[in-house]
């Protein structure tokens, strides 16, 4: 389908996403349908393998919600207007196949909620990090008081939040908040070399390591437990694990078919 405020490109089994309003690419609810869309797109398409969302120019991945669309909202549009970036950033989390944000700049507010809902943050050098709602009078409505404390911990996303402070790249890789930092100038680079790396593994046991990883840190330890076997039983019944173990067994690389 034809996007407007976001690219959608696919080459090689590796999708990339592009958030399309330069300089700053503010998420409006329009991009939030998109991304949506986009998501159930790159779901139903089996020849996509890995995804890359990042953001268009070079200054921001994504510095925010569209303050202009939201600012004068009733509290019933402001729900509605929520749930509809809800349903973009769960629909991006709960994708089987791996996610990687290549954050090219700003990642504030709903572009840091965002880049928490793939698997893998590639941040270049001169990104920025932060959370700044509670200085407007309001808090992360885009699943960052959920997703961030269960990904650096509770006390240090408090700090994040409750202070809103702007952090760089650097101080983003000490916490976990990104798994590498890398310059600017080839952090799209990278991120290709990554999502070709994870293209290239079996896509049913990459899809049911994920679904237990996500599902599994929700759930108590007994119950994750039993839904990690019935996910490495459904891997177990994958033609990919026929030839992966064979390989192994025969000392050769595997030939996997994502089947």
């Not at 991120?191 to 759930?219: D, E, F, H, T, Y």
């Not at 994958?238 to 994502?258: H, I, Q, V, W, Y």
Request: proline content about 4%; glycine content about 8%; hydrophobic content about 45%.
């Amino acid at each position: 389908m034809a996007y407007e405020v976001i690219q959608l490109t696919k080459e090689n089994g590796v999708a990339v996403i592009t958030l399309n309003r330069p300089p700053v690419n503010p998420l409006n609810s329009q991009m939030f349908r998109e991304l949506a869309l986009a998501a159930d797109e790159l779901q139903a398409d089996a020849s996509v393998k890995a995804i890359i969302v990042t953001g268009g120019g070079e200054k921001a991945f994504a510095a925010g919600a569209d303050i202009s669309e939201i600012a004068d909202l009733t509290p019933v549009e402001v729900y509605s207007f929520n749930q509809i970036s809800r349903t973009a950033f769960d629909k991006l989390e709960s994708l089987d196949k791996p996610v990687i944000a290549a954050i090219n700049g700003f990642a504030l507010g709903g572009g840091c909620e965002l880049a928490l809902c793939c698997d893998f943050r590639l941040a270049s050098d001169t990104a920025k990090f932060g959370l700044p709602e509670v200085g407007l009078g309001i808090i992360p409505g885009g699943g960052g008081t959920q997703r961030l404390p269960r990904l650096i911990g509770m006390a240090k996303a408090k700090e994040l939040i409750f202070l809103n402070d702007i952090i760089d790249a650097a101080a983003a890789e000490r916490l976990g908040l990104v798994n590498n930092v890398v310059p600017a100038n080839l952090l799209m680079e990278e991120a290709q070399k990554l999502a070709r790396r994870l293209s290239s593994k079996p896509a049913v046991a990459m899809s049911m390591a994920k679904s237990a990883i996500n599902a599994g840190i929700n759930m108590d330890l007994n119950s994750a437990l039993i839904f990690e076997t019935k996910s490495f039983v459904t891997a177990f019944t994958s033609e990919d694990r026929k030839e992966g173990l064979g390989a192994f067994m025969k000392k050769r690389k595997p030939n996997f078919t994502g089947k």
